[in-house]
T-cell receptor
Framework: SAVISQKPSRDICQRGTSLTIQCQVDSQVTMMFWYRQQPGQSLTLIAT?????????ESGFVIDKFPISRPNLTFSTLTVSNMSPEDSSIYLC????????????FGQGTRLTVV | GDSVTQMEGPVTLSEEAFLTINCTYT??????LFWYVQYPGEGLQLLLK?????DKGSNKGFEATYRKETTSFHLEKGSVQVSDSAVYFCALSRSNYKLTFGKGTLLTVNP
């Protein structure tokens, strides 16, 4: 299994500002992902965080809005830039230890409210 | 594209009642299917999974069978407990490792 720590657990931010969310894993992992859960909606994949290269973004998500870093195999950050109230969501970090189709582990999430 | 449709909640049951949460999916190929659970204040945890047709996943008294003919993966438990109160997510994954989730179903079990 894996223990995933996300920081902060929650925040209230002013529109127009940016917030960086950190994800720390207690072991080296190949695959790291960032998801968003908007109020009343399902989880949606934002991007795959690739170690040593640019993240791979899903349709509807762009690097300028959600820059991601992955400096090593245990750590990643997601920044929500130039925030608006529509960005109010829970953001979750996820890792897959065995390379897919087995089990994904999730952090507790960061609950973001933009006012 | 891939999609997962879950029974809408909330679902409220009395302790020891029978639980079914319906889940159907749309995907090409042969996805793996999962049920995740999110207890209050905690992160998502894998509850059970099935990786091929007719497989049955089971854990903590919960079961779900991968039905390719009906593209379904319904979650069942014969006797729920108060501690089962949580949000349940059905999800699928294909070989690209990415999970596609349903909207989640809030279950409340009353004593």
């Amino acid at each position: 299994s894996a223990v995933i720590s996300q920081k902060p657990s929650r925040d209230i931010c002013q529109r127009g500002t940016s917030l960086t969310i950190q994800c720390q894993v207690d072991s080296q992992v190949t695959m790291m992902f960032w998801y968003r859960q908007q109020p009343g909606q399902s989880l949606t994949l934002i991007a795959t965080a690739n170690q040593g290269s640019e993240a791979t973004y899903e349709s509807g998500f762009v690097i300028d809005k959600f820059p991601i870093s992955r400096p090593n195999l245990t750590f990643s950050t997601l920044t929500v830039s130039n925030m608006s109230p529509e960005d109010s969501s829970i953001y979750l970090c996820s890792v897959d230890l065995a390379g897919g189709n087995t089990e994904a582990f999730f952090g507790q999430g960061t609950r973001l409210t933009v006012v | 594209g891939d999609s997962v449709t879950q029974m809408e909640g909330p679902v409220t049951l009395s302790e020891e009642a029978f639980l079914t949460i319906n889940c159907t999916y749309t995907a090409t190929g042969y996805p793996s299917l999962f049920w995740y659970v999110q207890y209050p204040g905690e992160g998502l945890q894998l509850l059970l999974k099935a990786t091929k047709a007719d497989d049955k996943g089971s854990n903590k008294g919960f079961e779900a069978t991968y039905r390719k003919e009906t593209t379904s993966f319904h979650l069942e438990k014969g006797s729920v407990q108060v501690s089962d109160s949580a949000v349940y997510f059905c999800a699928l994954s294909r070989s690209n490792y990415k999970l596609t989730f349903g909207k989640g179903t809030l279950l409340t079990v009353n004593p």
